[in-house]
């Protein structure tokens, strides 16, 4: 049974660019959420998608959105990328009634 | 608003002995309680979970305990191994719908 599917494992955007990460929940979770954990910290509350809508969202600024598709999987696009953008980006996964997340390997990105 | 400490916020043991982390938050109004392990880079992965209802858990060598009206958790691993080394996470459920707030995380060093 495949757990959380992340994609990519790491990349490098220049500021200003735009960015697109994917993940793919575990087989029956049908809610991902998303996170973002800076070198050092915790990892923070992005946003939440069920039933392909933003449920509930974290303090981050509009330049970060996402969408969630039929397939329960979900995307995060990040515009007008900031180095402080630079961190690694967690999709975590549950199924409505069961509090027990299971978390992606995440994706490293580095913005120069 | 829901804050999770961890202390300390570095510990280093030799092999074999008991280590003892600790985690609090603000509000006792909580879903559950999710004890992680990161490794340096990686994603997270479950080491116990504590419902809201539950005391504690246990799971071979690690035993967590809850204390809701203290706001107080303390995961105990049980002679530790050079393998423990990594950063252990707290995160607190805040809602129904799936929201977490982490701890910043205890880095722990086994040395051999």
């Known amino acids: 049974d495949a757990g959380v599917t992340q994609s990519p494992t790491h990349l490098i955007k220049t500021r200003g660019q735009q960015v697109t990460l994917r993940c793919s929940p575990k087989?029956?979770?049908?809610?991902v959420s998303w996170y973002q954990q800076a070198l050092g910290q915790g990892p923070q509350f992005i946003f939440q998608?069920?039933?392909?809508?933003?449920?509930q969202r974290g303090n981050f600024p509009d330049r970060f959105s996402g969408h969630q598709f039929p397939n329960y999987s979900s995307e995060l696009n990040v515009n007008a990328l900031l180095l402080g953008d630079s961190a690694l980006y967690l999709c975590?996964?549950?199924?409505?009634?069961?509090?027990?997340?299971?978390f992606g390997s995440g994706t490293r990105l580095t913005v120069v | 608003k829901q804050e999770v400490t961890q202390i300390p916020a570095a510990l280093s043991v030799p092999e074999g002995e008991n280590l003892v982390l600790n985690c609090s938050f603000t509000?006792?109004?909580?879903?559950?309680l999710q004890w992680f392990r990161q490794d340096p880079g990686k994603g997270l992965t479950s080491l116990l979970l504590?419902?809201?209802?539950?005391r504690e858990q246990t799971s071979g060598r690690l035993n967590a305990s809850l204390d809701k009206s203290s706001g107080r958790s303390t995961l105990y691993i049980a002679a530790s191994q050079p393998g423990d080394s990594a950063t252990y996470l707290c995160?607190?459920?805040?809602?129904?719908?799936?929201?977490?707030?982490f701890g910043a995380g205890t880095q722990v060093v086994v040395t051999p």
């Open positions: 509000d006792s109004a909580i879903y559950n």
């Open positions: 504590i419902q809201s209802s539950q």
């Open positions: 087989s029956g979770h049908d809610t």
């Open positions: 998608y069920y039933e392909e809508e933003e449920r």
């Open positions: 995160a607190v459920l805040t809602d129904s719908w799936g929201k977490f707030q």
């Open positions: 975590a996964s549950l199924a409505q009634g069961n509090y027990g997340y299971t």
